[in-house]
């Protein structure tokens, strides 16, 4: 399977909800990112799998979790959602756990998440 | 920590025109540069990095970014733009000494391109 796909592609919660965000990385890819993107900003991160296992985390709060699956898939999901977490959420994976080598890491399209 | 800078977060320019984004980092070690390109509705795409080696890099779709470690910039260049380079370039550095590999981008600068 080639590219990265994320689901859904727009998402609308209520405030104090609760979100699983989906993502279908490249065959043999282990490391997965994730980052938020708010609106006229650069993403920034929120944290990276490797293997199954959490090896970094960005400045977010401990209500935005995530899983990583032996078959390439991965979820963030966000607990008790504030507005201030209306942003597109990326999905990145990296065949190399680092990912700056060869072609580094491939970006899903998203999801933008609204919250009401 | 790093900061990465883009110094205009909109460039109009002209079909077939040139054009330059610039970039500029703050780090107290050395990074990994990167250029990317986010097209509408789509994530993100690589258009070039700099690793170590030759400072002028050049990448997919006729851009090219130099190097300069004494101004910590990095700059993107394309001598003649098209149309379809309408979208929004991000910057972004990894620290060397980074164990996760953890991109940290710039703001973007949005480039709309008028026939």
């Known amino acids: 399977e080639t590219g990265v796909t994320q689901s859904p592609t727009h998402l609308i919660k209520t405030r104090g909800q609760q979100v699983t965000l989906r993502c279908s990385s490249q065959?043999?890819?282990?490391?997965v990112s994730w980052y938020q993107q708010a609106l006229g900003q650069g993403p920034q991160f929120i944290f990276q799998?490797?293997?199954?296992?959490?090896?970094g985390r960005g400045n977010f709060p401990p209500r935005f979790s995530g899983l990583q699956f032996p078959n390439y898939s991965s979820e963030l999901n966000v607990n008790a959602l504030e507005l201030d977490d209306s942003a597109l959420y990326l999905c990145?994976?990296?065949?190399?756990?680092?990912?700056?080598?060869?072609?580094?890491?491939?970006f899903g399209s998203g999801t933008r998440l609204t919250v009401v | 920590a790093q900061s990465v800078t883009q110094l205009d977060s909109q460039v109009p320019v002209f079909e077939e025109a040139p054009v330059e984004l610039r970039c500029n980092y703050s780090s107290s070690v050395s990074v990994y540069l990167f250029w990317y390109v986010q097209y509408p509705n789509q994530g993100l795409q690589l258009l070039l990095k700099y690793l170590s080696g030759s400072t002028l890099v050049k990448g997919i779709n006729g851009f090219e970014a130099e190097f300069n470690k004494s101004q910590t910039s990095f700059h993107l260049r394309k001598p003649s733009v098209h149309i379809s380079d309408t979208a929004e370039y991000f910057c972004?550095?990894?620290?060397?000494?980074?164990?996760?590999?953890?991109?940290?981008f710039g703001a973007g600068t949005q480039v709309v391109v008028t026939p």
């Open positions: 065959s043999g890819h282990n490391t």
């Open positions: 799998y490797y293997r199954e296992e959490e090896n």
């Open positions: 972004a550095v990894i620290p060397t000494t980074d164990s996760w590999g953890k991109l940290q």
């Open positions: 990145a994976s990296s065949l190399k756990r680092f990912g700056i080598e060869e072609d580094g890491y491939t």
